[in-house]
């Protein structure tokens, strides 16, 4: 392993940076641009959308079965596809190499961990989500799992909403 911690020994660092559409999220991104970030960075942009089941339902007005499920399905698609753009636009502003993925998945923490995996990422960046006592007490929180469970670093950037 090189000194800039890529196996293949070049300088690239491959970044997994997850993002979601909180203002916390933007800020981490401006913390990691101000502090970590360095010329030749790619930045692989992740949003993980977890199924809300409910909001995918059929509409009781709708006549057509499954066109209320399809409606929202497209709703949430071109939201995280927004979303993507947006971060790779930031991105450029930088002269960062970036692309921007979504996963659907019940599990946040495991779909960024797979992800950082096909990505061949050799850093994770996150914000940290700051979730009520309760859901962290129950539930724990994506940043700690994603921190406990990653065989890479991970950053994690408290911002000054949750400082």
Known sequence: ??????????????????????????????????YIMLPGDEITFVHVMEPDIKSLGASSSSTEPGKGQKKAFDEIMNKSKFLGISYITMAKTFKLESSAFLHVNTRPGRAILASA??????????????PGLVKRVFLGSVSDYVVHNSPIPVVIIHTESHS
């Open 117 to 130: 995996k096909n990505h061949n990422s050799n850093m994770i960046v996150m914000g940290s989500g700051g």
């Open 1 to 34: 392993m090189s000194i800039a911690g890529t196996e293949d020994g070049s300088n690239k660092r491959r970044i997994l940076f997850a993002i979601d559409e909180s203002e916390s999220c933007k800020q981490a991104f401006q913390w990691y641009t101000d």
